[in-house]
């Protein structure tokens, strides 16, 4: 079992609606936890970290974190072709830090 | 500009060359790390650094050697390249270990 799970994808959402990407992790002494976007061609950018349950709101971005369930997730609002991208989840325990393998989105005009 | 800067940007190799790869930053982070970036495999970690002086092996270490003399510099080196090496090196660097990620714009290597 893989430390962090992600849908590969590609997902694709219409232009305006809400993109809704998936995360799930093995590790319960998971700390912190980390949205990344990457660009065709281009380096991981840090997009959103959340420590703590519940729903941390960035702009058009909002984290969801759920303990429990070991599950986080990342909503794009009002979603524009400028999102289209790979979203990389990570967790870190503090010591250990694990990267999901991404989600690919389309955001179609 | 407050960042991580790679060097080469891109390399076409010949198999059995030595090569370094290049990774200076200016954010006085203690941590570094050097991962590699493959299609369907996602960020795999070769080395990393908690701070200057100290070096440790993560998931792919094999063929390569890292080097910490300083806090800002962090290359990493491949004795002898062979054609599975080919693959986009990204180094990265955190306040701490366990804290976000900068990542540097990559280094696209081709061992041929």
């Known amino acids: ?15 305006g609606a809400i993109a809704s990407l998936n995360c799930t992790y093995s590790d319960r002494g998971s700390q912190s936890f980390f949205w990344y976007r990457q660009y065709s061609g281009k380096s991981p950018e840090l997009i959103m970290f959340i420590y703590s349950n519940g729903d941390k709101e960035d702009g ?46 389309t955001v179609i005009p | 500009i407050a960042g991580i800067t790679q060097a080469p940007t891109s390399q076409i190799l010949a198999a059995g060359r030595r090569m370094t790869l290049r990774c200076t930053q200016d954010m006085r982070h203690n941590a570094m790390y050097w991962y590699r970036q493959d299609l369907g495999l996602g960020l795999r ?5 908690n701070t200057a002086g100290t070096t440790g092996k993560g998931e792919v270490p094999d063929g390569y050697s890292v080097s910490r003399a300083n806090t800002d510099d ?13 693959s986009v090196y990204f180094c990265a660097s955190s306040v701490d270990r366990g804290g976000g990620y900068t990542f540097g714009s990559g280094t696209r290597l081709t061992v041929v």
């Open chain 1, 1 to 15: 079992q893989k430390e962090v799970e992600q849908n590969s994808g590609p997902l694709s959402v219409p232009e």
């Open chain 2, 74 to 86: 962090f290359p990493l080196t491949l004795a002898s390249a062979v054609p599975s090496q080919t």
């Open chain 1, 60 to 105: 058009r971005f909002t984290a969801q974190l759920n303990k429990a369930s070991q599950y986080v997730s990342l909503l794009i609002r009002d979603s524009q072709p400028s999102d289209s991208a790979t979203y990389l989840c990570a967790v870190s325990n503090g010591n250990q830090f694990y990267f999901g393998t991404g989600t690919s989105l």
């Open chain 2, 45 to 49: 970690l070769i080395h990393y650094s």
